[in-house]
Every structure is written in C-alpha cells, then in structure tokens.
C-alpha cells in the first residue's frame, strides 16, 4: 500500500511540474509571439487576409519550425532558437 501510495504521489508531482513548465513555455511564447508575429497573424492568431499570413492557433512545434525554415516571408524569425519555437507552440495551443 506504501508503495502505491508513494507511486501515486510521485505521478501526481510530475502531473503538477509538466503542467507549470507548460505555463511557463506558453509564457515565454507568448512574448515571443507578440513581438516577432503578431505584426503578420493578428494579435489572437487569427490571421491576416490582406497580408495572406494564415491563421496559425493550434500549430505544432514542428509546423512552426517547417514554415519559418522554409518559408521566404519569415527571414525575421529564422533565428529562434527550438525553445522559442516550442514556447511558440505551446502559447498558440491556449488559443481557442
């Protein structure tokens, strides 16, 4: 019983340490979204017809790397680093 116990609470610790590392990733890609962005994709992700940038709410990490790596229209944002991609990722999954 003591180790299920245990075991339940070590589950239950990592659940909690995921989920703020996720806050915290969704943070930091929220600033990064703000300002490398959110000039092209509107403020909520939306998207800019005029400017043909696609809505991009709910892209994965590996989207977000696709388009700036091969995409002409984002020289500005080749230099993210994966942290910031994925902290991109994770701000534009929040997005409904």
């Known amino acids: 019983m003591r180790k299920v116990l245990s075991g339940l609470a070590l589950l239950a610790s990592l659940c909690l340490f995921g989920t703020v590392a996720r806050a915290?990733?969704?943070?930091?890609?929220?600033?990064?979204?703000?300002?490398?962005?959110?000039?092209?994709?509107?403020?909520?992700?939306?998207?800019?017809?005029?400017?043909?940038?696609?809505?991009?709410?709910?892209?994965?990490?590996?989207?977000?790397q696709k388009q700036i790596t091969t995409s002409p229209k984002h020289k500005g944002v080749k230099n993210l680093t994966p942290a910031e991609v994925n902290g991109l990722a994770a701000y534009l999954a929040t997005l409904k």
């Not at 600033?31 to 403020?43: D, R």
Request: glycine fraction near 12%.
């Open 24 to 64: 915290q990733d969704a943070e930091a890609g929220e600033k990064t979204y703000k300002t490398k962005c959110a000039g092209c994709h509107g403020q909520n992700a939306e998207g800019k017809p005029a400017m043909k940038a696609p809505p991009i709410k709910g892209k994965t990490a590996d989207d977000i």
